[in-house]
Each structure stands twice: as structure tokens, then as C-alpha cells.
């Protein structure tokens, strides 16, 4: 349940500016940061709908090239969590478990090419907050942790917005995961964020 509150989060925390393109005023008519609010808005809507999944793959097949997928680590990260939803709607454990290894390994690319990228981070910490400790992959969740408090914690408001970042810093708090000097800090940046508003 709570990997579609991930996704959902996702969605509208993003949707202000995330990627790297020189784009400085959030209402104006960019092309990719367009395209890449169009990717979330589908993303969120195929955790439920294996059509609106396929409409997503679509998207993808229609508006990119591979080498656009190889070169853009969001986009890349999306390629990965695209397979991990494949995965949740597979019925066959094999193909469930494979399409959640290349997951896994697609998003590993991403965060090695923009290792301090909160979406990226966040899309892979969402993915692995779900998945059982027993498939290893219990030190990439904590590196993601670290580097998600790091990046909040630099309070950069001209790439991610303010409120939305409450929102990840309250499923941060709700998943669980943070030790206690993380848990503090993280409630310290909920109250400035909310004292900003």
C-alpha cells in the first residue's frame, strides 16, 4: 500500500522542476519538464491500471529514442519503476521476480549516473521500501535514505517545492526507516517547510 502512496507522492512532488534542463520559472512552457509531469501522471495511474501501464510504455516508445533513455537519468529511473510495476501486475512468481531485477538494475544505472538526485533516489527507495530484506538489496535502501535526508536537508527550494518536499519528509517519517538524529532532523525541516508556507 504504501509503494502506491510512493507513487502517488511522486506525482505531484516532482512535478516542479526536477530535471536538470536550465529551466528557471516553473510555469513556463518547457518542453521536457511537460513531458516529464505527463511521465509521472501516467506512472501514478498504472500502479492500479495494467492499460494505463501499457499507455505509459506507449508514451515511452513514442516520444523517445533508446539513446534518450540511456542518457537521461530520470528518464532511465522511470524505465526501472515502469518494470517494477510490471512486476506487481504479473501473475507468474518467475516473471514477477525478474521483472523486479531489472528494476533493480535500471535504476541502479540512474542513481550511478546522478547519484545525488532525489527523484532517482526516491523512485528506488519507494521501489525497495517494499520489497522483503531477504533479496539483499537492504544497503542501496540505506544509501537511498541518506542521500534523500541529505538532499532535503539542503532546503532547495528552486528545484523541488517546499510543500512537496513536506510531503516525501512525511513518508520518510511514516516509512519507518530513519534512526533517531534523521527522524529529528527531518520533523525540524516539517516545521520550517510548514512555517514557510
Not at 507522492?9 to 516529464?36: A, C, H, R
Not at 539483499?136 to 539542503?154: C, P
Request: charged share 25%.
Amino acid at each position: 500500500m504504501k509503494f502506491f502512496l510512493i507513487v502517488l507522492l511522486l506525482t505531484t512532488l516532482f512535478g516542479f522542476g526536477s530535471l536538470s534542463f536550465s529551466q528557471k520559472d516553473y510555469t513556463s512552457s518547457n518542453p521536457e519538464l511537460e513531458t516529464i509531469n505527463q511521465i509521472r501522471k501516467l506512472f501514478y495511474e498504472a500502479i492500479e491500471s495494467e492499460e494505463k501501464l501499457e499507455e505509459l510504455e506507449n508514451f515511452f516508445s513514442k516520444n523517445f529514442t533508446e539513446k534518450a533513455l540511456i542518457y537521461h537519468p530520470v528518464l532511465l529511473s522511470y524505465t526501472g519503476a515502469i518494470d517494477a510495476l510490471k512486476a506487481k501486475h504479473a501473475i507468474n512468481p518467475f516473471t514477477k521476480f525478474n521483472r523486479v531485477l531489472s528494476s533493480l538494475n535500471t535504476l541502479e544505472r540512474a542513481v550511478n549516473r546522478e547519484p545525488n538526485n532525489l527523484e532517482i533516489r526516491f523512485i528506488r527507495f519507494s521501489i525497495l521500501h517494499n520489497l522483503p530484506g531477504f533479496l539483499g538489496y537492504g544497503k542501496e535502501r540505506t544509501d537511498d535514505l541518506m542521500v534523500i535526508v541529505s538532499q532535503l536537508a539542503k532546503k532547495d527550494y528552486a528545484k523541488y517545492d517546499p510543500k512537496l518536499q513536506k510531503n516525501v519528509i512525511e513518508f520518510m517519517l511514516d516509512s519507518e526507516r530513519l534512526n533517531t538524529s534523521q527522524t529529528v532532523q527531518l520533523k525540524k525541516l516539517a516545521v520550517a517547510l510548514v512555517s514557510n508556507e
